[in-house]
Nanobody, 119 residues
Framework: QMHLVESGGGLVQAGTSLRLSCAAS????????MAWFRQAPRKEREFVAH????????YYADSVEGRFTISKDNAKNMGYLQMNALKPEDTAVYLC????????????WGQGTQVTVSS
């Protein structure tokens, strides 16, 4: 079992930045791909960004491409989401997820951290 805990959310103004962290425990993070999702009130959960096990491959939702950067530090069992130029529409609960290589679905999920962007 892998336990994921997100942190770093908060209330910020539009145009500013936040860095979210995802702390993994229970299994070596190096063996897993990681992603960030978000869910706004009354909306479906939305994919944000994905990174492969060693950080060599990343991809993003169109809505965040060029503003957000996903990364992971396997030595520290940590994942990150650097969010720049935040917009009010980025307001959501952000969740990190991990999956073993070859899996389609994500095996483990965190509880989420709230990000609120005011205009």
């Amino acid at each position: 079992q892998m336990h994921l805990v997100e942190s770093g959310g908060g209330l910020v103004q539009a145009g500013t930045s936040l860095r979210l962290s995802c702390a993994a425990s229970g299994r070596p993070f190096s063996g897993y791909e990681m992603a960030w999702f978000r869910q706004a009130p009354r909306k479906e959960r939305e994919f944000v960004a994905h990174i492969n096990w060693n950080g060599a491959i990343t991809y993003y939702a169109d809505s965040v491409e060029g503003r957000f950067t996903i990364s992971k530090d396997n030595a520290k069992n940590m994942g990150y989401l650097q969010m720049n130029a935040l917009k009010p529409e980025d307001t959501a609960v952000y969740l990190c997820a991990a999956r073993a290589g070859g899996h389609v679905e994500y095996d483990f999920w965190g509880q989420g951290t709230q990000v609120t962007v005011s205009s």
